[in-house]
């Protein structure tokens, strides 16, 4: 157990819906990552959230968004869903010291099925 | 750019011999870390061992090491004595130092097969 929980573990929703999928850090870790895995990309980053604060993007669609509230929970929004958005969504937590690279414990996933 | 490169998509071992997974990575930054991280059938990523650049010794975390080679740009995984518990997707992965984990990038992958 990594200590990363997420929730729910499985989705299924019909195209053009919206869903929110929720991430709880490691006790003490301040960053929260978002990542997305499916068959075809392999894992991708999507955003980056350190103590509250938007730090980094990268493969985001604009219909997806993301935040990270006081307590440090996380949550990613997903929006007008397509098929092409069925996947493994995990969120990792991270110490983030800004030195040492530091380890990224993973969740256990969200797998979300569009269909 | 910085690239990882996973050169076997598909490895069997038997269970209770050693098995090498491959990792090579190329980067012009003098200080990263590298990570390697078991995916099984059920999912999850469960991080398996660190290796700094700057660390003279080799990782090791109980039957994992890693077999980090700096001249050559390789940070292979060792498991020794294969269980077939072991079976899953192996992932190697690289943070440059001071960057945050958001440059983190990693590689595509190698499924292994442990044959009872």
């Known amino acids: 157990d990594s200590g990363v929980t997420q929730t729910p573990k499985h989705l299924i929703t019909a195209t053009g819906q919206r869903v929110t999928l929720r991430c709880s850090p490691r006790?003490?870790?301040?960053?929260v990552y978002w990542y997305q895995q499916s068959l075809d990309q392999g894992l991708q980053f999507l955003i980056q959230?350190?103590?509250?604060?938007?730090?980094a993007k990268g493969n985001i669609l604009e219909r997806f968004s993301a935040q990270q509230f006081p307590d440090l929970h996380s949550e990613l929004n997903l929006s007008s869903l397509e098929l092409g958005d069925s996947a493994l969504y995990f969120c990792a937590s991270s110490v983030d010291s800004g030195r040492a690279p530091d380890t990224q414990y993973f969740g256990p996933g969200t797998r979300l099925t569009v269909l | 750019a910085q690239k990882i490169t996973q050169t076997q998509p598909g490895m069997f071992v038997q269970e209770k011999e050693a098995v090498t997974l491959d990792c090579t990575y190329d980067?012009?930054?003098?200080?990263?870390?590298l990570f390697w991280y078991k995916q099984p059938s059920s999912g999850e990523m469960i991080f398996l061992i660190y290796q700094g650049s700057y660390d003279e010794q080799n990782a090791t975390e109980g039957r994992y090491s890693l077999n980090f080679q700096k001249a050559r740009k390789s940070a292979n995984l060792v498991i020794s004595a294969s269980q077939l518990g072991d079976s899953a997707m192996y992932f190697c992965?690289?943070?440059?130092?001071?960057?945050?984990?958001?440059?983190?990038?990693f590689g595509a992958g190698t499924r292994l097969f442990v044959k009872a």
């Open positions: 980067t012009s930054d003098q200080s990263y870390g």
């Open positions: 006790s003490g870790d301040l960053s």
């Open positions: 959230y350190y103590n509250g604060e938007e730090r």
């Open positions: 992965a690289m943070t440059p130092e001071g960057t945050g984990g958001f440059k983190t990038i």
